[in-house]
């Protein structure tokens, strides 16, 4: 592997809190992450972990009563928090782009399908109206949809949810964004579908080398197409490496918890219970002192009530926020193995 | 294997639904052909066993499902549960075969009352059916809970209340406070997140082995049928496509779709997952 580059996106500390007419909810409480050019990186969760939030947190699309109140976003060296209103839809129009999970209600169902996508090329490219229509035929073209010309005549109740979300995509990756955020880009849809837009976003990835931040609770698809993990847990991120790394030697006790939690195909013919992890995830209206998985974790030690989560390297780009380590004698060897490849 | 009795047999179960014509079609008079969303479908559930039904989205699952407790009239077939015609029976025998055959839905939130606390929930659905021991309430209630490893402090609570696991546990609990010996799992662990959808997932296989429950297991997600079923049926336009042991479906396909869809499940590319 080559000298790292300056990464493309970084986040640093992020705490996002709500106020709330009942109190504080803190739904991120200190996230940090960094994406260089060209990765795919997966972000992991359960709901209500923070994963969207870190998203549009990126976007600065926090929603009502919602605000940062603490932590840096970095674009390219560019503050992101500090951007003035022009300069942030700048920033929206041409340098990120961002696909959401439901592609019902993120296309206008009175518009025909060419005409939003004309619109924002028209709006953030300033292109005429033939320019545009020419553009977003190809657009449509290069994520999949055949027949594009007709197609694009067509209303969004007249395609079905995958062709939608390759619509979406396509207006998300119109302006080439150096990095594409895509939050649960393919939950609502059938295993077959799924597997064709997993497919466009690491083409698209590897054809422009954009960046992509893939947000899923479904650590199969992330393990599909990802370079790197990180994962989440109660508005932290608690694990970072490479699928490898995590799938194999996973130091955080959730990220363990977690996998093995996983329904697995290979189980078939011989049903048995699967191991699951004790207790409730933490609620965003308490404040949790030290390590937010201590309550539900087996090998917690009275020092994990005063750690502060910060990311500590285990290898060269495997991260985790647990201290206590429990797995790594047990897997020394792998570690190790690990390291010397990298 | 020695032939045992199925307690649930369907044949040649068929279920098409009218489709709306164009402006053309009704100006030229012409006939669309109606859409068969269950076609021709024939299978046997046997007591303590768990069916999973795979498919994706609009290949007629759900439609099945609710073919079987006539929540939707088929159009042709047979239902027998039992040995009784399930498409013939009307009145008080239909309501004890809807009690026999409980169903779970995806979305457990808007199959509870939100008004009604989930001790009276579960108490209602004791005394409609005039389940014994359902005079005593509370006892009842608790015992519902117990089933579903609930504490009864959850009685008191409200739908809204509850996190989506415990919700989805309340529903199987009111479906099994009638003592029905199918269960007809509609999409029951979808919604939810990995680590909550194990629990429930392992609480199906405790219900077939206390109960000896039936279960009906209806899920689009392959990996999710492999930890709980016994056998595996395949649909697609409404087609059985294949059917068999878990085992042997999931491992060893014969059917084209079967295939296609497992070759579609996501998997780690752990083989040079690094771009570079």
Do not use: W
Request: glycine share 8%; hydrophobic share 40%; charged share 25%.
């Amino acid at each position: 592997m080559s000298v790292a580059p300056e990464p493309v996106l970084s986040i640093e500390g992020l705490r996002v809190e709500f106020d709330m007419p009942f109190g504080r909810l803190v739904a991120l409480r200190g996230a940090s992450l960094s994406i260089r050019p060209g990765e795919i990186v997966g972000l992991v969760g359960e709901t209500g972990s923070g994963k969207t939030l870190v998203c549009r947190s990126v976007m600065r699309l926090i929603p009502q009563r919602g605000r940062i109140a603490d932590g840096r976003i970095l674009f390219d060296g560019r503050d992101v928090l500090a951007m003035r209103p022009r300069e942030l839809r700048d920033f929206r129009a041409h340098d990120v782009g961002m696909v959401f999970q439901d592609p019902f209600s993120t296309l206008n169902p009175v518009l025909r399908i060419g005409k939003q996508v004309e619109e924002t090329l028209r709006v953030n490219f300033g292109l005429k109206k033939s320019e545009a229509q020419t553009r977003a035929v190809e657009l449509l073209r290069d994520v999949g949809i055949p027949n594009p010309e007709r197609r694009a005549l067509s209303y969004p109740h007249e395609f079905s949810g995958g062709m939608r979300q390759r619509v979406m995509i396509a207006l998300a990756t119109a302006s080439q964004p150096r990095l594409l955020l895509a939050d649960e880009p393919t939950t609502a849809l059938d295993v077959t579908t799924q597997a064709q837009i997993l497919d466009l976003l690491v083409r698209l990835s590897e054809e422009g080398g954009m960046a992509v931040v893939l947000v899923s609770h479904d650590f199969g698809v992330i393990a599909q197409v990802c370079d790197r993990v990180a994962v989440m847990y109660g508005g932290h991120i608690v694990e970072t490496g490479t699928i490898e790394e995590i799938h194999d030697g996973a130091e955080h006790p959730y990220t363990r918890g977690l996998l093995d939690s996983i329904p697995r195909l290979e189980s078939a013919g011989r049903p048995t219970r699967l191991p699951v992890i004790p207790g409730v995830p933490p609620d965003p209206a308490d404040e949790v002192s030290g390590c937010v998985f201590r309550p539900r974790c087996r090998y917690a030690q009275p020092a994990c009530e005063t750690v502060s989560m910060v990311l500590e390297p285990v290898s060269p780009g495997h991260e985790t926020a647990c201290p206590v380590r429990p797995f790594a004698v047990a897997d020394s060897a792998l570690t190790a193995r690990a390291g010397a490849r990298l | 294997m020695t032939e045992r009795v199925p307690l649930l047999r369907l044949e040649r179960l068929t279920k098409s639904f009218a489709l709306r014509r164009t402006v053309g079609e009704r100006i030229g008079r012409s006939q669309v052909e109606p859409a068969r969303a269950v076609d021709d479908v024939s299978f046997t559930l046997h007591h303590g066993e768990i069916l999973g039904l795979a498919g994706e989205s609009g290949s007629g699952k759900t439609t099945l499902a609710r073919c079987i407790i006539r929540l939707v009239e088929p159009d042709s077939g047979t239902i027998e549960l039992d040995g009784i015609d399930v498409r013939a029976a009307r009145g008080a025998q239909l309501r004890e075969l809807r009690r026999r055959m409980q169903m779970v839905f995806q979305d457990p939130y808007s199959s509870l009352n939100p008004r009604m606390t989930v001790g009276a929930a579960l108490h209602e659905a004791g005394r409609v059916h005039h389940r014994p021991g359902s005079e005593n309430g509370e006892q009842f209630v608790r015992e519902a809970l117990e089933r579903v490893h609930l504490g009864a402090a959850v009685a008191k609570r409200r739908p809204r209340e509850l996190s989506g696991g415990q919700r989805q546990r309340v529903a199987v609990a009111r479906a099994l406070a009638v003592g029905p010996e199918v269960l007809i799992a509609d999409e029951a662990v979808s919604a939810l997140d990995v680590s909550v959808q194990a629990q429930l997932l392992n609480l199906f296989l405790d219900l077939r082995d206390e109960l000896g429950v039936a279960i009906l297991f209806v899920a689009h997600q392959l990996a999710v049928i492999a930890e709980v079923a016994d056998r595996v049926a395949v649909m697609n336009h409404g087609r059985l496509v294949e059917i068999g042991d878990a085992g042997d479906v999931l491992a060893n396909p014969q059917d084209d779709y079967t295939k296609a869809l497992l070759a579609a499940h996501p998997r780690p590319r752990l083989s040079g997952a690094a771009s570079s």
